[in-house]
């Protein structure tokens, strides 16, 4: 199944729906989808059944998709791919090897399907990112492997938008990234259940105005999603609507291709089984009159 939350002609209420045979059939039950990820089992079985029911279904290319999940529970972006890693930083750090890095990313600021994402005021280098993210729809607390497997509820596509400029400043102190990751996170279009997609042969591609920048595939992920939540598990619990992304794959973004996005920029990242997500670049914000200037330099 691929779960959607819209909004119908004319009206700006969210609803949750399944996409199907072109048209969007709505759920009758919980008003969001993260409702829905909370009720485990039972909320997948109300979507299923709204395909065989005769609910309402409105033509896809009618409603506005939204993303999925347009307030997550949590979102977390791992660092899972050694060709990212390495095209980034020139080189791979020997913890990579062993520990599953990840920042916590804000699920406040989360963008979906169509709409215009900000470009923010204290950055030069803005760029996108091609990844997938697990969304969880069952509680994990201290699973092992096979049990954090059947936790995941699908997958959706993650661009975790960068400013590249002060993420690497702040980075150079020991902590973030935030200010480098944190103004937006696009999801969408769907969230594809994980009995209906591999997520691991899925084919992937980044495309800027149209034309093609960027192809892979996860495959070779150093830490499985059921590892990383298994591991995540064993000292924190995890909860339904948790957002898990995998990291972006090699040459999945600009930093790696030297390649940089312009404001009024078309970014659609595709992935085989979920679908397409398109955004465009806004223009460069003027700072709020109490700004603080990012770039006034310190004490040296």
Aim: proline content about 7%.
């Amino acid at each position: 199944m691929q779960l959607v939350t819209y909004c119908r002609p004319g009206d700006a209420r969210e609803r949750i729906g399944v996409q199907h045979d072109g048209k969007v059939v709505a759920i009758d039950g919980p008003p969001t989808m993260l409702e829905l990820l909370r009720l485990g089992d039972e909320g997948m079985a109300l979507a299923a059944a709204a395909m065989e029911g005769t609910g309402e279904r409105e033509p896809l290319d009618r409603v506005r998709l939204r993303a999925p999940l347009p307030r997550p529970n949590s979102m977390r972006d791992f660092m899972l791919v050694e060709e990212h890693v390495k095209n980034s930083f020139g080189t791979v750090p020997a913890e990579w090897y062993d520990i599953p890095v990840h920042w916590k990313g804000n699920p406040d600021t989360v963008f979906g399907p169509g709409d215009e994402v900000p470009w923010p005021h204290y950055t030069d280098k803005l760029d996108f990112e091609l990844e997938v993210a697990a969304v969880l729809g069952r509680p994990a607390y201290r699973v092992g492997v096979a049990e954090a497997a059947a936790c995941i509820a699908g997958y959706t596509i993650f661009n975790d938008w960068s400013a590249r400029d002060i993420q690497f400043r702040e980075m150079a102190v020991g902590i973030g990234p935030a200010f480098g990751k944190d103004f937006a996170t696009s999801l969408g279009p769907c969230l594809t259940t994980a009995d209906a997609i591999d997520i691991g042969t899925v084919r992937l591609a980044a495309r800027i105005n149209g034309e093609t920048w960027s192809e892979g595939d996860l495959g070779a992920m150093n830490f499985s999603f059921p590892e990383v939540i298994s591991l995540l598990s064993q000292d924190q619990p995890l909860q339904p609507g948790d957002v898990l992304g995998g990291g972006t794959v090699g040459r999945g973004c600009g930093l790696e291709l030297d390649r940089w996005i312009a404001s009024g920029d078309v970014v659609e990242l595709e992935v085989e089984g979920i679908g397409v997500l398109r955004n465009t670049v806004g223009a460069k914000k003027d700072p709020g009159r109490q700004a603080i200037d990012l770039n006034r330099g310190g004490t040296r």
